[in-house]
T-cell receptor, first 113, second 114 residues
Framework: DARVTQTPRHKVTEMGQEVTMRCQPI?????VFWYRQTMMQGLELLAY????????DSGMPKDRFSAEMPDATLATLKIQPSEPRDSAVYFC???????????FGDGTRLSIL | QKEVEQDPGPLSVPEGAIVSLNCTYS??????FMWYRQYSRKGPELLMY????GNKEDGRFTAQVDKSSKYISLFIRDSQPSDSATYLC??????????????FGTGTQLKVEL
């Protein structure tokens, strides 16, 4: 089965450090999404790309978060500087058509001390 | 008020029971409705996907959409311990330029007991 691959699976770091999360979408999928999941807020959309172009990043705190797709096989989400309130599970998802559902990776569990 | 409301549970049922999970929403532009299942420490996986109103059945799972009431349901028949997970509803409206921006409920935690 084709899968969305996320690395690292777990990350613990201190406040103020830069954090980079990576996502390899399913081959052939042209839409990539970044979500954040917390107990209180559930799944929140941070940003998404179509054909590597950013379509919407309104859910992302732009002063510290940035999302890019250097190529069709890699999406990155960076936090600099990180803060304890950024602790959450970050999911990447990819899709192939506007009307087709998304497939999720298993997430990066981030803890900022 | 959130666009999508979902009772967080937890919901505990005996094996073999019929389970009913529900979401309400406020945005009348939503046209695509999905149910995802999420096991602990895993990503959400798609269970059911429906467009507009009506019912859709897949094995032990039935999804219902009532757009007039802005209410969707997922029924699980003959529930099994392996169904124990968090169930998330998700919805999207068609937007110009394509894409499938989803709005999720917060999820209902289900436990099926032996």
């Amino acid at each position: 089965d084709a899968r969305v691959t996320q690395t690292p699976r777990h990350k613990v770091t201190e406040m103020g450090q830069e954090v980079t999360m990576r996502c390899q979408p399913i081959l052939g999928h042209n839409t990539v999404f970044w979500y954040r999941q917390t107990m209180m807020q559930g799944l929140e959309l941070l940003a998404y790309f179509r054909n590597r172009a950013p379509l919407d990043d309104s859910g992302m705190p732009k002063d510290r978060f940035s999302a890019e797709m250097p190529d069709a096989t890699l999406a990155t989400l960076k936090i600099q500087p990180s803060e304890p309130r950024d602790s959450a599970v970050y999911f990447c998802a990819s899709g192939s058509n506007p009307d087709q559902p998304q497939h999720f990776g298993d997430g990066t569990r981030l803890s900022i001390l | 008020q959130k666009e999508v409301e979902q009772d967080p549970g937890p919901l505990s049922v005996p094996e073999g029971a019929i389970v009913s999970l529900n979401c309400t929403y406020s945005n009348s532009a939503f046209q695509y409705f999905m149910w995802y299942r999420q096991y602990s420490r895993k990503g959400p996986e798609l269970l059911m996907y429906t467009y507009s109103s009506g019912n859709k059945e897949d094995g032990r799972f039935t999804a219902q959409v009532d757009k007039s009431s802005k209410y969707i349901s997922l029924f699980i028949r003959d529930s099994q311990p392996s169904d124990s997970a968090t169930y998330l509803c998700a919805m999207s409206a068609q937007i110009t330029g394509g894409g499938n921006k989803l709005t999720f409920g917060t999820g209902t935690q289900l436990k099926v007991e032996l």
